[in-house]
């Protein structure tokens, strides 16, 4: 699996960072993003609880969309997968701004569980979201935006899934289609050499 957490991280904290700006989060929300920025992510996941439940009892769904999100984000950096993926899904339920990342981020979390069918789903879900005309109306500038390395990652990491869940023909089939795309990807190489001998 390609690993491009550094990305993840950087791409959630801004996330998180403007969706606070724009919905005036409450202080445990700003405590959480300050405790992600320091990288003290336990103390990250205390205050998006607070921030997440505080938000719920007042009726205020949006809000505690955002602060699940970030604790979505807290768990994944401490590697808690089944977390990852019950806070993602409560803020999708709450009305999340749907993203490529935050599909992304539940791709790799079902994978790191060896749920390689949700993976699959959620990848499809991410890529399409990414080629869509809804990531452009999403995005606060209103500016295209640049998937298009998030978009390898998932194609990738659909191909990975494909080979845990031993569906040779569909992994032949995804690798074939990434390689045509991505042709100086080393990585895929291995693959699909790995891909002929099944």
């Known amino acids: 699996m390609k690993n491009q957490m550094q990305f993840i991280r950087n791409c ?6 403007m969706s606070c700006l724009l919905t005036g989060c409450s202080n445990a929300g700003k405590a959480g993003i300050k405790a992600m920025e320091k990288e003290d992510y336990k103390e990250a996941v205390t205050q998006f609880t ?8 007042k009726g ?3 809000d505690a969309a955002e602060a699940y999100r970030g604790l979505g984000m807290a768990y ?3 590697k808690e997968y089944d977390k990852v993926l019950e806070s993602m899904q409560k803020a999708l339920d709450d009305g ?3 993203t490529a990342e935050l599909y992304n981020i539940m791709g790799v979390s079902a994978m790191q569980q060896e749920d390689y069918e949700s993976a699959l789903k959620y990848f499809d879900e991410g890529i399409s979201y990414a080629q869509s005309k809804d990531a452009v109306n999403a995005s606060k500038s209103k500016k295209e935006v640049d998937y298009s390395d998030l978009i390898q990652e998932m194609r990738y990491n659909q191909v990975v899934c494909y080979e845990k869940q031993e569906n ?3 992994a032949k089939n995804a690798a074939n289609e990434y390689i045509a795309d991505y042709p100086n990807d080393e990585d895929i190489e291995k693959e699909v050499e790995f891909l002929e001998t099944r």
Do not use: M
């Open 96 to 98: 999340v701004q749907r």
């Open 168 to 170: 040779w023909e569909e």
């Open 12 to 17: 959630g904290l801004v996330i998180l960072t």
């Open 76 to 78: 994944y950096e401490l």
């Open 50 to 57: 607070q921030a997440a439940s505080t938000a719920e009892a």
């Open 60 to 62: 205020k769904k949006e």
